[in-house]
């Protein structure tokens, strides 16, 4: 499907690129159906000419497909359209003609043709939704009612949001429906060169900001590329007009390293018996531009990539190890998407190998099936409600008629789409956040804990994963580790990071405000603001307790008759002080040193402070608790900023009989709190079930003994 052949808007001479491309079968000649479709409706029984090509292209996909359905639905559009005329001057029943052979070639199945078909039907004719159904089926009336409410989409800038949001939600009952859509434009974008040139303009740049981004999340290829070479020729011709000379000029070169390259991986695939077939795909225009403009001046192996295509998952792999064994790789180029699929469905290795010249060849492997998927996408998955050949009834499809069915054949990305737009708080909320999400060309694979994983737009952070993994219950996360490290929830994600979400469990936690900085999903960014939205005065409040009062910690060496008691020294006249650095309790293992004044002071034998005092020579004292089991241990608690957390965190303390000596919390930074506690327990058996009182408080993500140097 070239740009080139069809665009009125773009004339010229086409491009030789025959060299490197297969034979292909013949571009269809529009004006030709339209002449036969004005021959009148075929004999019962018999295919009229005028759909051959639409029969031939289905055949290639589905040998042994019924085509009665095509045939009556052929003749109730030629019948029902005849007499209208396209801008162009053809008949009308040639645009869904050229929809359906688009469709045909892409591997569509039946129903998805005989609804392609009908698509205007219903909007331009004198046929009812009830009559579709009469003669087609429940099915087919229901794609083509959802390409009818497509078709009076309106994309002006002030119906555009809402229209387009009942677009999304046809599309997510079923992507059938935007499968034809996409066709129906590409096929008018085809043709767009005989309307005025501000409105070519206007159609080009709804088609490059909306239905583009959403071809490529469908994983139709196919339709994305040429609709992009179509834009690209409408927006920015003289651009066009020079990789259109680039691409020629390449074309006419007697040498081609494609060619060349191409026949040597035949031959290492040949050796190692790997049965593959190995094909040249030349970029298409927009992306020998992108090139262009990355790299500069481009040489041979620029112009296109390597495909090949084997059977089987491991014969990927196996190709991949022959290519890096018997060639040069470019190790940096590889991706595996094979093992890590991404977002719209498309598998392949990516690969690139050096040539003796520098030249550098990208080469693509893939099984037959991925490569199918690869250019038609959820297209190639056929009706994604036909119940298995030997499924039980029990097991089959819901009724079509139900407006809120869940498509098994629909992406992550649009489940997720058609989640946030019901919690969008206003159409305005939602067509914002849209375009933010649909701007975003690439996404990345996070990992769970669980093995699961999460698909999120590049740049996302730890807040995006929280919401795409908890929905609104994302509230209650306190923090992340992020490759098995704490980190804060602003953290940027990267492609292949381990994510393990840390949880609340206070059913009342809150989202700071702050999130909001950090939220570049639409589920992210609408689930808080409608909280907020919700809670105006709780939002107003501190998200953090850095204002709270408190008082000093006590001199690290200050007495503590209570707990010195405690402890037996072996110099009887000695003042005995437990360290304010380590602060131990029973049953720590300790030593002493004796300092000034006779005091010995007491520490726990892991603190920084004893291996210093042993490095200058100061002499040990034996020490040893006593019987009392009364102790004073200052503890230091991390936590994230959240309202009422320092009430929570003092009053989960009280309840496990700890006296609060002093208390320190220092100013938030990155929205992390540090609590410094001195406290006084009647028995230092307690003090493990006080440090789990107060990690189970939300918000608090470690507790420890203080360490001072």
């Known amino acids: 499907m070239s740009a080139e052949a069809t665009n009125p808007a773009t004339p010229g001479p086409a491009v030789p690129t025959a060299a490197v491309r297969r034979k292909a079968r013949p571009r269809i000649d529009l004006r030709r159906l339209g002449r036969a479709a004005l021959l009148g409706n075929a004999a019962r029984g018999r295919l009229p000419d005028a759909i051959g090509h639409v029969v031939e292209a289905h055949r290639a996909h589905y040998p042994d497909a019924d085509l009665e359905p095509l045939r009556r639905a052929y003749v109730l559009a030629e019948s029902s359209h005849r007499g209208q005329m396209r801008k162009s001057g053809e008949p009308y029943i040639t645009h869904p003609l050229a929809v359906t052979l688009i469709l045909a070639e892409l591997g569509a199945e039946t129903t998805t043709l005989t609804a392609s078909l009908l698509h205007d039907t219903v909007e331009d004719t004198e046929v009812t939704l009830d009559q579709v159904r009469e003669q087609f089926g429940e099915e087919v009336r229901y794609l083509v009612d959802g390409v009818t409410k497509l078709e009076k989409v309106d994309y002006g800038a002030a119906a555009e949001p809402e229209t387009f949001r009942k677009m999304l939600v046809a599309t997510g009952s079923d992507v059938r429906v935007m499968s034809i859509k996409l066709a129906d434009r590409l096929h008018n974008m085809r043709t767009l060169g005989v309307m005025r040139r501000e409105k070519q303009e206007r159609i080009a740049k709804v088609t490059r900001d909306v239905l583009i981004p959403l071809a490529e999340r469908l994983g139709v290829q196919a339709l994305k590329t040429e609709l992009e070479d179509l834009v690209f020729a409408i927006l920015h011709p003289e651009e066009y007009a020079h990789t259109r000379e680039l691409i020629a000029e390449n074309a006419a070169r007697a040498d081609d390293p494609l060619a060349e390259i191409s026949d040597e991986v035949r031959g290492v695939l040949r050796e190692a018996d790997i049965p593959a077939e190995v094909l ?102 056929g009706n994604p409600y036909a119940p298995a050949a030997d499924a039980p009834a029990a097991e089959t499809a819901e009724d079509p008629a139900d407006g809120e069915r869940a498509d098994p054949t629909r992406p992550g990305w649009l489940s997720r789409l058609l989640d946030w737009q019901k919690a969008a708080p206003d159409t305005d909320t939602f067509w914002s956040t849209l375009r933010e999400d649909l701007a975003q060309d690439r996404e990345i694979t996070v990992f769970r804990p669980d093995g699961g994983t999460l698909g999120l737009p590049e740049g996302a952070t730890c807040v995006d994963a929280a919401y795409a993994q908890y929905g609104e219950d994302a509230h209650a996360c306190i923090g992340a580790r992020v490759n098995g490290r704490l980190a804060t929830l602003s953290t940027v994600l990267r492609d292949g990071d381990t994510v393990q979400l840390l949880m609340g469990q206070d059913p009342a936690s809150e989202p700071s405000r702050e999130w909001l900085e950090h939220a570049h999903t639409p589920a992210a960014r609408i689930a808080i603001q409608r909280w907020l939205a919700t809670h105006p005065d709780a939002a107003e409040e501190p998200q953090t307790p850095a204002a709270a009062p408190t008082r000093p910690v006590p001199e690290p060496l200050a007495p503590t008759p209570r707990t010195a008691s405690a402890v037996v020294v072996d110099r009887p006249d000695a003042t005995v002080r437990l360290a304010g650095c380590c602060t131990p309790v029973p049953p720590d293992e300790v030593t ?58 003092t009053e989960a303390m009280a309840q496990e009989g700890a006296e609060i000596v002093s208390a320190t919390v220092e100013p938030p930074s990155q929205q992390r709190v540090r609590h410094t506690y001195t406290v006084e327990l009647p028995d230092a058996a307690h003090l493990p079930a006080l440090m789990r009182a107060m990690r189970n408080v939300a918000g608090v993500y470690d507790v420890g003994r203080a360490q001072h140097q």
Not at 289 to 307: C, N, P, Q, T, W
Not at 355 to 363: P, T
Not at 611 to 638: F, N, Q, Y
């Open 592 to 649: 002493g040193f004796a300092v000034r004044g006779g005091v010995v002071t007491v520490h726990r034998v892991e603190c920084a402070a004893v291996a210093h005092m042993k490095g200058t020579g100061r002499p040990e004292s034996a020490v040893s608790w006593g019987d009392s089991t009364a102790c004073r241990v200052t503890l230091v608690a991390e936590s994230f900023g959240r309202p009422h957390l320092l009430a929570d965190l």
């Open 280 to 381: 040249i795909r030349p970029r298409h225009f927009v992306s020998v531009h992108r090139v262009s403009r990355k790299r500069g001046e481009l040489r041979g192996a620029d112009f296109g990539r390597l495909l090949v295509l084997v059977g089987e998952d491991a014969d990927c792999y196996a190709v991949l190890g022959e290519l890096h064994t018997c060639l040069t790789p470019v190790v940096s180029e590889f991706k595996d998407f094979i093992a890590v699929p991404k977002f719209n469905l498309y598998q392949s290795l990516h690969t690139a190998v050096a040539r003796a010249d520098g030249q550098v060849v990208e080469v693509l492997v893939r099984t037959h099936q991925m490569h199918k998927v690869a250019e038609a996408g959820v297209v190639a998955l």
